[in-house]
């Protein structure tokens, strides 16, 4: 019988990567928890409307990518294909946002109906920020200061770089929309496909678009800046103020515009060379007027989203995976007859007690001495520990380097943790 493959596009995350997948979270939730950030997890199933509603109907995302489907009642769910929704659902259900400020994350996977390919998944993994109840720059400027942070903790530092733009309130971006659709309505023959359908429905994506021949006439088209109102333009001073206060170089890209609707005024990404086409490793903005759209009372808000899968790649691409993470063994304790067996599962549990964060592995499954030392070096432990039934009569184990020289030796029971661990602090 044929065997039955994982869909496309949805990835398994096998045994060997898991180690980097931990690391990089545990720096992530580290840095964040630096900051006073609190986590937040929401289901990843939501009621259609809540994206529609939020993302916009005339978006990439509701057009084209979204995993919608009938429950068995009949209702319209979808796999949630950002996060952003679900986090202002969630905080609006639960009153978090009831004169208050917020600064929440979470993590997890989300959905989305592209063309896999490098750094693309149908099913890929964020880790999203969002911070709800301020107005000013300031917390903009935290939101980009404490990435800038977790680029440094990752030694990715040197290879990201920091767009920023401000695309202002939606009645500035309306006046600006007319200007840029009367000039590019002169050029409706040379468009691409895409930006042509985008004329009609949501012509500031066609900033985004990558036709070198749209982005061509783009070179001769008005500039949001120009269209900007004073109090995003006061904003995104405020923004760029606090970023050289804080020594984070950044360039203001005036094409930036995101592809979802919810944004105004501030807008950013951290874009890297390192990963070819799919340079975005973090996108996010501000969004004062979602939480009301979506029936709540005004609440300023601002986010972001990284991409996992990307970082992770560029971690493995530029070698920036600390030697110490990996999912190899400390120690690989062997039993060898009925009474060793026995004697092993004591003083791996015993070893286990003392030595918490350390890999203590026992030997299941039976098998010759040289099996079980053939699995023993292929954990990836440092040591082997050997108890038969000498070593069960003299109350010693067996002590044997398996990644240096040295010759075996017989360790004392009670003296076994306290030697292993400076052993392997030694290392
Ligand atoms: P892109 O321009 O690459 O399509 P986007 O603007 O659709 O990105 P967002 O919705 O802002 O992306 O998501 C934030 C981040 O999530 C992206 O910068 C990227 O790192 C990651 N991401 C988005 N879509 C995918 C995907 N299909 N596969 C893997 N990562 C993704
Ligand atoms: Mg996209």
């Not at 900007?228 to 515009?257: C, M, P, W």
């Amino acid at each position: 019988m044929a065997k039955i493959k994982a869909i496309r596009g949805m990835n398994d995350i096998l045994p060997d990567q898991s180690p980097v997948w931990q690391y990089l979270e545990q720096t992530v939730s580290r840095v964040l928890r630096n900051y006073g950030y609190h986590e937040i997890r929401m289901p990843i199933v939501e009621q259609t409307d809540l994206f529609k509603r939020s993302i916009g109907e005339v978006t990439d995302i509701v057009e084209k990518e979204m995993y919608t489907f009938a429950d068995r009642n009949g209702d319209s769910l979808t796999l949630r294909p950002e996060g952003t929704a679900g986090c202002v659902r969630a905080a609006e259900e639960h009153g978090l946002l009831f004169n208050q400020t917020r600064k929440l994350w979470y993590t997890g996977p989300m959905f989305r109906h592209e063309r896999p390919q490098k750094g693309r998944y149908r099913q890929f993994h964020q880790i999203g920020v969002e911070c709800f109840g301020m107005t000013g720059p300031d917390i903009d400027a935290e939101l980009l200061i404490l990435t800038a942070r977790l680029w440094k903790a990752l030694g990715l530092a040197p290879h990201v770089r920091l767009e920023i733009n401000s695309i202002g309130t939606s009645e500035a971006r309306k006046t600006y929309r007319q200007a840029l659709v009367d000039y590019l309505s002169n050029y409706r023959d040379r468009l691409d496909e895409d930006s042509l359908r985008r004329l009609e429905t949501n012509p500031l994506r066609i900033l985004d678009s990558k036709a070198p021949e749209t982005q061509a006439i783009l070179q001769d088209a008005p500039d949001l800046v120009d269209y900007l109102d004073e109090a995003s333009i006061e904003h995104f001073a405020g923004l760029k103020q606090r970023l050289e206060l804080a020594g984070i170089e950044y360039t203001v890209n005036s094409r930036l515009v995101r592809g979802l609707d919810y944004y105004g005024k501030t807008v950013f990404e951290w874009v890297t060379d390192s990963l070819g086409a799919q340079g975005t490793v973090c996108a996010g903005g501000r969004y004062d007027g979602l939480v009301e759209q979506l029936g709540g009372k005004p609440t300023p808000a601002v986010g972001f989203a990284m991409g996992i899968e990307r970082l992770v790649l560029m971690l493995e691409t530029l070698e920036r995976v600390p030697a110490s993470v990996s999912g190899d063994a400390d120690v690989y304790v062997m039993g060898m007859g009925e009474a060793g067996e026995a004697e092993a599962l004591k003083v791996s549990e015993a070893l286990r007690e003392s030595m918490a964060q350390q890999v203590v592995v026992l030997h299941c499954g039976g098998g010759s001495f040289k099996s079980q030392m053939k699995k023993a070096d292929r954990s990836g432990a440092r040591y082997a520990l050997i108890i038969g039934d000498n070593e069960v009569e003299s109350r010693t184990v067996s002590l044997k380097p398996l990644r240096s020289e040295g010759e075996q030796q017989a360790v004392s029971q009670s003296e076994l943790a306290d030697t292993l661990t400076a052993l392997l602090a030694a290392d």
